[in-house]
């Protein structure tokens, strides 16, 4: 069931405009018992709440509401559900939607396992695909700093700044993964770790440290740009200092993402979030007959 799912926002039309940040999400007749109406923060937004009480289809719903604008979704568009951005012109809001759960490969995923013999899992898929965005990451940065530092003076010094978050990102790793020894390879183009002095490809990684690089390389790539993270239970896999750690590190990557997540784990919200929790009773009400 649960899977990482990497959605990267198609070429919009000009006309389109996009917006910053999710303000409300709106749900009438969820399993035709409630109406969903909830607020939000512009930076951090945590459903909880028991289990089978509806967090994971909101956010589902949701996601499919955006995968409608965005023409992503085939069939089966959301009805009940309205999302509104915090511009009135705004038409879409890029996103990126990752899930805790992994699963082997089927032998029906051949598209994963053409595309790199060392690909068996889901979270395997998407670091493969995230290696693209990585190199294409890089080259865009690369462009703008060639055009900075052929400017005047106060442009070159801004060049210096845009390879800032990629230097915390391999901070962060190494950070993270300090206590199995694990350094990410700084001259590499790809995504690359040592390990006592042994090359470590991602794929070799454990399950909690590939998704810790999943969720901290979905939003470097996005270049700190405005965009949403949604997030379920992203607590699953990690260690309780990582789970504290999650928040933190992803705003400091990139303090414009909107982050939307549910979660069981009070690990994810002790370090100051939990003005930014919302019980899901608290924004449902029931459906009138």
Request: charged share 25%; proline share 3%.
């Amino acid at each position: 069931m649960g899977m990482f799912i990497f959605a990267f926002d198609i070429k919009q039309e000009a006309m389109e405009q996009q917006a910053n940040y999710i303000k409300r999400i709106e749900i009438q007749g969820l399993w035709g018992r409630y109406d969903i109406a909830w607020d939000l923060r512009p930076d951090v937004n945590i459903l909880s709440g028991i289990n089978g009480v509806g967090k994971t289809t909101i956010l589902n719903r949701s996601v499919s509401y955006l995968e409608q604008l965005s023409g992503e979704l085939k069939k089966g568009a959301e009805a009940g559900v309205h999302v509104t951005f915090d511009r009135k012109d705004a038409t879409f809001i890029p996103y990126d939607v990752i899930r805790s759960y992994d699963r082997p490969l089927i032998m029906g995923d051949f598209t994963a396992r053409m595309a790199d013999p060392h690909v068996k899992s889901e979270l395997d898929w998407q670091l493969y695909l995230l290696q693209r965005h990585y190199l294409d990451y890089q080259v865009n940065i690369g462009n703008e700093m060639i055009e900075l530092l052929s400017g005047d003076e106060e442009q070159r010094a801004k060049a210096a700044l845009l390879s800032a978050p990629k230097k915390k990102f391999q901070d962060l790793m190494d950070h993270l993964f300090a206590y199995t020894h694990k350094t990410i390879d700084r001259k590499s183009n790809e995504i690359v770790f040592y390990q006592n002095g042994e090359r470590l490809l991602p794929y070799k990684l454990s399950s909690g440290e590939k998704q810790m690089l999943i969720i901290l390389l979905t939003v470097l790539v996005r270049d700190n740009a405005h965009c949403v993270l949604f997030m379920d239970e992203p607590e699953a896999s990690l260690h309780i200092e990582w789970q504290q750690k999650l928040i933190g590190m992803i705003r400091e990557l990139n303090p414009n993402v909107q982050l939307i997540l549910t979660t069981h784990s009070p690990a994810v919200i002790m370090e100051g979030w939990l003005d930014a929790v919302t019980e899901v009773s608290d924004i449902a009400t029931d459906v009138k007959a």
